[in-house]
């Protein structure tokens, strides 16, 4: 009886209470999932992400205005305006190109040389719905339009390189349409290759941190092609062709320095204690590298120069740049006293012996230190670093991409540079190039004087 009695009361509270009850258990369901979104959302490293979107900023900021006034700086007076305008035109062009496809063929799909168009129009970096945050494939923690505008700063100061072996004698038009070809037929199939799965990062099994293959191999040694089917500037070798602002090249300098840091330290992809070896081992190369280079100067002619000291700068950070992730302090004075010796000889004595004019020493500093820092991290990478372990098997790897990067900048740099020659043609009149590039092509002065 008294069982019976227990049970009524339980019927009867279940009755009363059920809904409440049902609303209860509902509620509960839905803050565990918005919970676990929370948590979910909280994958997103608020300091990951603020040190990748400075980063991007640094190096963005390494070509406007770094590069525009390292370059600008040693052209003549007449030509600093068409330096300028080459850095803003290329920047505004690999901006469409990377929205478009450049992304997706460099960081979608798995071919071995170049990705797909799963990824055209930066389809997908927003999640599923439109709004979900979808995590970079390469970085955890890192909304992917953040590496994407990483990857793209990347994309406009490779080619803006090239500006400096063939500055104030290739039309503007003409070097837009060449750069344009060049982003598709060179640095989209590099960047993939190393560092969007493909074959030298993959199969190869050669390493690179942050662009000694992808950016300065690969402008450097297109930059000389293109130069050498230019043919040199009006003057060269019979007259003084010298720099109008060595201040402009040296405040040029120190913004490249500090941009670098964006450039080698950001590559890290996170605010993580490889960020900041990246960061000791580019200032001990950088700085080794201007003393050094400066060095020599006063040994030979007894006056080390502000160019000098620059060019040994820029140097000892293309030098770094393919090891600065991989090697310690050690390996990062040696790659700096390295990059004070041999593109100073580059720049200085094989320029002239073989005739060449490349116009800013792009060839010297950047194809040249490219390949010496590549071949060095082969040799200097430490294992406690990025758990890679220099030796002779890594070395020949790194000689193998070196000689697919020669091979292939140099293939697509000729084919490119002929079809516009015989098209709408590289270069100004000789009346143009006498006058000046800023008033033909642009139609100001860098100085109202």
């Known amino acids: 009886m008294q069982s019976s009695n227990w049970t009524a009361r339980i019927r009867k509270f279940f009755n009363r209470w059920k809904t409440p009850l049902l609303v209860a258990v509902i509620l509960t369901g839905i803050c565990a999932s918005a919970g676990a979104e929370e948590a979910a959302a909280a994958t997103i490293s608020a300091g990951d992400t603020a040190w990748m979107m400075t980063s991007t900023a640094l190096v963005l900021f390494m070509t406007l205005p770094g590069l525009a ?31 478009a496809v450049g992304y997706s063929l460099s960081f979608s799909g798995d071919g071995k040389f170049i990705g797909n168009l799963d990824m055209a129009f930066l389809k997908g970096i927003y999640g599923p719905d439109g709004n979900d945050i979808n995590y970079s494939s390469t970085l955890s923690g890192v909304p992917e339009s953040v590496w994407v505008m990483f990857q793209y700063t990347f994309a406009v100061i490779t080619p803006a390189l090239i500006v400096g072996a063939i500055a104030e004698r290739m039309k503007f038009t003409a070097l837009l349409a060449f750069i ?17 799965g493909g074959y030298i990062g993959g199969d190869l099994g050669a390493i690179d941190f942050a662009g000694g293959l ?97 060019s040994g700068v820029v140097a000892g950070l293309v030098v770094i740049t393919p090891a600065a992730g991989f090697v310690d302090a050690g ?31 792009t060839f010297g500093v950047h194809a040249v230190g490219g390949t010496v820092g590549t071949l060095l991290t082969g040799l200097l990478a430490k294992e406690f670093i990025n758990g890679q372990a220099g030796g002779l098997e890594l070395f020949m790897k790194q000689l193998a991409s070196v000689g697919l990067v020669i091979v292939w900048s140099v293939a697509a740099t000729t084919l490119l540079a002929y079809a516009i020659k015989f098209t709408i043609g590289l270069r100004p009149t000789a009346e143009q190039e006498t006058e000046g590039l800023d008033i033909t092509d642009h139609g100001e002065e860098g100085y109202n004087l």
């Open 69 to 99: 006034l390292f370059y600008g700086g040693l052209v003549r007076r007449k030509n600093v305006l068409s330096v300028l305008a080459q850095c803003l035109g290329i920047a505004g062009l690999a901006a469409v190109l990377w929205w």
């Open 180 to 196: 344009g070809g060049w982003l598709f037929l060179v640095y989209f199939p590099f960047a993939h290759m190393v560092w969007g």
């Open 214 to 310: 992808v950016v300065h191999m690969s402008s450097g040694f297109s930059a000389l092609v293109l130069a050498l089917i230019l043919g040199p500037r009006r003057g060269y070798g019979k007259e003084q062709l010298v720099p109008h602002s060595m201040v402009l090249c040296m405040i040029g300098t120190a913004i490249l320095w500090i941009g670098w840091y964006g450039f080698n330290a950001g590559s890290a992809g996170a605010a993580n204690g490889l960020a900041g070896s990246a960061f000791l081992t580019t200032t001990l190369a950088a700085a080794i590298g201007g003393f050094v280079w400066a060095a020599l100067e006063f040994f030979i002619k007894r006056q080390p120069s502000v160019l000098g000291f620059c």
């Open 331 to 361: 390996g990062a004075v040696i790659c700096g006293v390295a990059a004070g010796v041999v593109p100073f000889f580059a720049c200085v004595y094989v320029k002239k012996w073989l005739g060449y004019d490349d116009a800013l020493d």
